[in-house]
Every structure is written in C-alpha cells, then in structure tokens.
C-alpha cells in the first residue's frame, strides 16, 4: 500500500532503515534527522515517532526502554 509520509517522517525511516535493527537513542536521532544545531526538544522525536507508527505499523518501531528505539526489519 502507498503511504504518504510527511518531510520528518520520511527522513526518520531513512534514518531507521539505515540502522535496521540496531537501538539508537534520542540524541543520535536528533543529530541525524534535525541536524546537530536543532534547538529544539528531544521530546520532538517522540512525536514524529508515533505519526510513523500510525503509518508503517508499530511493530516496526520498537521502544527499548532507557536506550532508545529500533527498527525492526524482519517479523
């Protein structure tokens, strides 16, 4: 199926399947996808996070607690 993704969308899953499988925290996101001179919250990621769950299915996007997220590729 056509998903239609938003711009920080879009650059999150490329980030994610880039690392697929591997945990990567908040910080590491943020500095991928927004750039190290973002000055905003961190909390941002959790956002954007949960608008790709409702997209590409949330048994993608796993949350390791105290670590951060990852991708899952495979089922």
């Known amino acids: 199926r056509t998903v239609l993704l938003q711009s920080k969308e879009r650059l999150l899953l490329e980030f ?3 690392r697929a499988n591997q945990i990567v925290n908040r910080e590491q996101i943020l500095d991928g ?3 190290s001179d973002y000055d905003g919250t961190d909390r ?3 956002n954007v996070i949960v608008a790709l769950r409702k ?3 949330s048994v993608h996007l796993i949350t390791e607690r105290g670590l951060g997220y990852r ?3 495979k089922l």
């Open 71 to 73: 991708f899952v590729t």
């Open 16 to 18: 994610f399947l880039k």
């Open 44 to 46: 941002t990621v959790d």
């Open 55 to 57: 997209k590409v299915g």
């Open 33 to 35: 996808v927004w750039g």
